[in-house]
C-alpha cells in the first residue's frame, strides 16, 4: 500500500479515537469525575488503546486495497523495515530491540564508549520514537549497563500504607522516605502523573558522583524526578521511568534499583530479581513521552486525547 493511503488511514483512526474519547468524557463524566475523586486512577487504558489502534491500522491497511498484493508485500518485509511505519508487533519490537543492543554493549558494566553510546541512542530513537542520551545538561551516571535490583514501593504522600498501592504488594513498602520526600502532599492531592512516578520509579547512586561534594545541591535537583529509559537487553523490554530514590550501597553489588512494577515490566520480578539493564535519559523537555512500559514507536502512535 502506498505510504500516503496508508497515512490517510491512519489520520482517519485517530480521529475516530479522538472521538470515542470525547464521547466517553461527555455521556460518562458523572462516573469519571467519581473515580477521579476516589483516586481510581487508570494510567494504562491510553496505553492499551494505542496498541490496539496500531493493530486496528495494520488490519486497515490490508482492507483498504485487498485486490492488489501492495500490502501483504508490504508485511513481509523484516520488521527493521517496517518499524519505520509503526507496522511491527510488540513481540517484534523487543526482539528487534534484544538483538539490536546485544553486539553493542560492554562485556563488563560501567559506562559506554562514545560510538557505542551513539549507535545505542540512535537505534533507540528510531524504534521507539524517543529522543535519549547519555549526558544531558553536562550531567551523566556513573554507569550507562550496570546491574538493578527490586526495591520497594515509595510512601506518596503522608499516611500512605502498602494496602493502598494496586501491585506488587509482596515488594513491602520502605520504612522511611525517598530521597526527594513525598511524591504528593496528602492523598486528595496525588495526581495520576504523581501516581505514576511512584510507580515507574528507579534509583540512581548520586551520592557516589564524583563531584557529589562539590555539586551536591544541584546534582539533588536535576535528578529529582528526572525522566529516564530502562531496557533489559536480554528481552527487550523496555520502561520509562523517573528518578526516585537514591541508592542502592556499593556493598549490595547493584548500581541501580526500581520500582516493583518496573522490574516486573522488564520480567526481573522472578527469581534473584536482578539484572543488568541500560539505564539513560529521556531528553523530553514537553513531556510528552508517558512513563511505563513502551512496547511501539511513540512518534509513529497515536496522539494523545486530552
Not at 226 to 242: A, D
Amino acid at each position: 500500500m502506498p505510504r500516503k493511503k496508508f497515512k490517510t488511514a491512519h489520520k482517519k483512526l485517530s480521529k475516530l479515537r479522538t472521538k470515542a474519547a470525547s464521547d466517553l468524557q461527555k455521556k460518562h463524566s458523572k462516573a469519571l469525575g467519581y473515580l477521579k475523586k476516589k483516586k481510581v486512577l487508570l494510567p494504562d487504558v491510553r496505553m492499551r488503546s494505542k496498541k490496539l489502534l496500531a493493530g486496528a491500522t495494520l488490519a486497515s491497511s490490508l482492507l483498504l486495497n485487498p485486490v492488489k498484493a501492495a500490502a501483504p508485500k508490504l508485511l513481509e518485509k523484516p520488521a527493521e523495515e517496517r518499524i519505520k511505519l509503526g507496522l511491527v508487533t510488540s513481540e517484534e519490537m523487543k526482539k528487534l530491540l534484544a538483538q539490536k543492543l546485544g553486539p553493542l554493549l560492554p562485556e563488563v558494566i560501567g559506562k559506554l564508549d562514545p560510538e557505542r553510546e551513539k549507535e545505542i541512542c540512535q537505534l533507540l530513537e528510531e524504534t521507539l520514537g524517543i529522543d535519549v542520551c547519555a549526558e544531558l545538561e553536562s550531567f551523566r551516571l556513573n554507569y550507562d549497563y550496570a546491574w538493578t535490583g527490586y526495591e520497594q514501593h515509595l510512601y506518596r504522600y503522608p499516611g500512605d500504607t502498602l494496602e493502598q498501592h494496586d501491585e506488587e504488594l509482596i515488594a513491602g513498602i520502605a520504612p522511611g522516605l525517598a530521597a526527594w520526600g513525598y511524591f504528593a502532599d496528602s492523598k486528595i492531592d496525588m495526581t495520576e502523573k504523581d501516581y505514576l512516578k511512584e510507580k515507574y520509579y528507579a534509583v540512581v547512586q548520586t551520592l557516589y558522583f564524583d563531584d557529589w561534594s562539590e555539586r551536591s545541591g544541584e546534582i539533588y535537583n536535576f535528578f529529582k524526578h528526572r525522566k529516564m529509559i530502562m531496557i533489559n537487553p536480554e528481552n527487550g523490554t523496555v520502561c520509562v521511568v523517573v528518578i526516585g530514590d537514591a541508592g542502592p550501597a556499593q556493598w549490595t553489588g547493584k548500581q541501580f534499583g526500581a520500582s516493583p512494577e518496573v522490574m516486573k515490566a522488564l520480567d526481573l520480578h522472578l527469581e534473584w530479581r536482578k539484572g543488568k539493564v541500560l539505564l539513560l535519559f529521556v531528553d523530553d523537555p514537553e513531556d510528552k513521552v508517558p512513563l511505563g512500559p513502551i512496547d511501539f514507536n511513540i512518534k509513529e502512535g497515536m496522539p494523545e486525547v486530552a
